[in-house]
Nanobody
């Protein structure tokens, strides 16, 4: 019910915009998190947007470079990623929890989209 898109290969310093599209649920009713999993690493929460979209959180390593946002009419959530570095490489997942806040366990997960930052 969640499908990510927008991943790909990008050079260091480049940008990508990931999209999380929903079917069967209304994302406006959910807090949404973006997670990533680097090769050989555990999955980590990267960014989240509360149901009240004015509240967002980011891990320190992406603050000022990533922006999470909603498009409620399109039932999508985006992750704009700028000034990418090789350390941003990984599979990116979106997840939805029917809560005001970003807190587990999440109700729905996407299948992930690969982001590779390399020259």
């Amino acid at each position: 019910q969640l499908v990510e898109s927008g991943g790909g290969l990008v050079q260091p310093g480049g940008s990508l915009r990931l999209s999380c599209a929903a079917s069967g649920i209304t994302l406006e009713d959910y807090a949404i998190g973006w997670f990533r999993q680097a090769p050989g690493e555990v999955r980590e929460a990267t960014a989240c947007i509360f149901r009240a979209e004015s509240t967002t959180f980011y891990i320190d390593s992406v603050k000022g470079r990533f922006t999470i946002s909603r498009d409620n009419p399109k039932n999508r959530v985006y992750l704009q990623m700028n000034r990418l570095t090789p350390e941003d490489t990984g599979v990116y997942y979106c997840a939805a929890v029917k809560s005001d806040r970003c807190q587990g366990p999440y109700d729905f997960w996407g299948q992930g989209t690969q982001v590779t930052v390399s020259s």
